[in-house]
């Protein structure tokens, strides 16, 4: 099984800063890895999806990188909205979620 | 708009049973893989499992904590999703999401509300 871990577990960050959180696969995936976006209480959002293409309406402050096993989800700036937890997804072989990075206000 | 609605949740003693639904709208259901997602209280998202399209052999996958006690099944002609859970466990207590596949790639592009699920004596 392919194992995904994400780091930081949590983050502390106040509104306009660059915040990058980064996804490890156990073996390479190429660029099969989706970010995801929840809220307390709702579904996740998809984000982006083959590690680097947003999805429509996703505003272009996310931004997503990387290949093989290393890949990263960065915030332009951040914004109030943007308060929540992150998921990456790797795709490659069945599924398989990381643990997720809550992003708390600073 | 595309919507998935997920029903049948509760709460169920171990050992036993339940069976999901979603109803699906909005797309071509019989074209879409799909696929139930789940969290536990507090927890992460853990993938249940998913079904191919009838054309694509409607085909079954599940990881090994799920595999032998879940069932995904559909009807195509309700537009509706189903998850059969038996021996049912307390670990198994969470949130399911039924999602929608984007093509035959495994991301999820669109999601349900979720349905709880409790499994407790």
């Known amino acids: 099984d392919i194992q995904m871990t994400q780091s930081p577990s949590t983050l502390s960050a106040s509104v306009g800063d660059r915040v990058t959180i980064t996804c490890r696969a156990s073996q390479s995936i190429s660029t099969w890895l989706a970010w995801y976006q929840q809220k307390p209480g709702k579904a996740p959002k998809l984000l982006i999806y083959?590690?680097?293409t947003l999805e429509s309406g996703v505003p272009s402050r996310f931004s997503g990188s990387g290949s093989g096993t290393e890949f990263t989800l960065t915030i332009s700036s951040l914004q109030p909205d943007d308060f929540a937890t992150y998921y990456c997804?790797?795709?490659?072989?069945?599924?398989?979620f990381g643990q997720g990075t809550k992003v708390e206000i600073k | 708009e595309v919507q998935l609605v997920e029903s049948g949740g509760g709460l169920v003693k171990p050992g036993g049973s339940l069976r999901l639904s979603c109803a699906a709208s909005?797309?071509?259901?019989?074209?879409?893989?799909m696929s139930w997602v789940r969290q536990a209280p507090g927890k992460g998202l853990e993938w249940v499992g998913r079904?191919?399209?009838?054309?694509?052999?409607?085909?079954?996958d599940y990881p090994a904590p799920v595999k032998g006690r879940f069932t995904i099944s559909r009807d195509d002609s309700k537009n509706t999703l189903y998850l059969q859970m038996d021996s049912l466990k307390t670990e198994d207590t969470a949130v399911y999401y039924c999602?929608?596949?984007?093509?035959?790639?495994?991301?999820?592009?669109?999601w349900g509300q979720g349905s709880l699920v409790t499994v407790s004596s």
């Open positions: 909005g797309f071509t259901f019989n074209d879409a893989w």
């Open positions: 079904i191919k399209t009838t054309t694509d052999g409607g085909t079954t």
């Open positions: 083959k590690a680097s």
């Open positions: 997804q790797q795709y490659d072989t069945y599924v398989t």
């Open positions: 999602t929608h596949g984007y093509s035959i790639l495994n991301y999820f592009d669109y």
